[in-house]
Antibody, heavy 116, light 106 residues
Framework: EVRLVDSGGGLVQPGGSLILSCETA????????MTWVRQAPGKGLEWVST????????YYAESVKARFTISRDNSRNILYLQMHSLRAEDTATYYCAKDRSGWPYWGQGTLVIVSS | SYELTQPVSVSVALGQTARITCEGN??????VHWYQQRPGQAPVLVIY???SRPSGIPDRFSGSNSGNTATLTISRAQAGDEADYYCQVLDVPTVIFGGGTKLTVL
């Protein structure tokens, strides 16, 4: 059974940093691209970032480029999202998802609140 | 940048057919995926690659894609189908979502 478990969310002040994790199981992690998607309260889905299976290639939405860094540990089957210079508009539930597009498997989401 | 446009809301009578559209420039040349999201839950993939259904998704859900419009069709609508629906495409290297459609079953 494929499992994705998001964690690391919480309350952070504007300008602060946070690291999200996505622990995975049930599939060959190092064969799968992985993606982060977020959803602000009451809003639609927004793609954040994708990383290739090897970790060599990364892609970012313009709204987070140069502030967020996606990475992965293929030895531990964990996906990460490092978030810096956080803004109020980054407040959202963050989901990890397996693959580049058309995601059948999602984490349960972790809530990030950026507020003073 | 590429944009996808969905109606904000669609209503359907119980047992009837609902159609949710997703418009984009020459979207027929892209592979469209559809997600259902109920309040407080993670999205669920209901249609992938325009018209394929993941295992466990009822055959009441179907999809089509041609020209500038992709369509998610829900036949014999049930109360449990009431949710937000999102279309999504890969516009290399980015991923694009439609704004979402709230489906109400009357």
């Amino acid at each position: 059974e494929v499992r994705l478990v998001d964690s690391g969310g919480g309350l952070v002040q504007p300008g602060g940093s946070l690291i999200l994790s996505c622990e995975t199981a049930g599939f060959t992690f190092n064969n799968s691209a992985m993606t982060w998607v977020r959803q602000a309260p009451g809003k639609g889905l927004e793609w954040v970032s994708t990383i290739s299976a090897t970790g060599i290639s990364t892609y970012y939405a313009e709204s987070v480029k140069a502030r967020f860094t996606i990475s992965r540990d293929n030895s531990r089957n964990i996906l990460y999202l490092q978030m810096h210079s956080l803004r109020a508009e980054d407040t959202a539930t963050y989901y990890c998802a397996k693959d580049r597009s058309g995601w059948p498997y999602w984490g349960q989401g972790t809530l990030v609140i950026v507020s003073s | 940048s590429y944009e996808l446009t969905q109606p904000v809301s669609v209503s359907v009578a119980l047992g009837q057919t609902a159609r949710i559209t997703c418009e984009g420039n020459n979207i027929g040349s892209k592979s469209v995926h559809w997600y259902q999201q109920r309040p407080g839950q993670a999205p669920v993939l209901v249609i992938y690659r325009d018209a394929s259904r993941p295992s466990g998704i009822p055959d009441r859900f179907s999809g089509s894609n041609s020209g500038n419009t992709a369509t998610l069709t829900i036949s014999r609508a049930q109360a449990g189908d009431e949710a937000d629906y999102y279309c999504q495409v890969l516009d290399v290297p980015t991923v694009i979502f439609g704004g979402g459609t709230k489906l109400t079953v009357l």
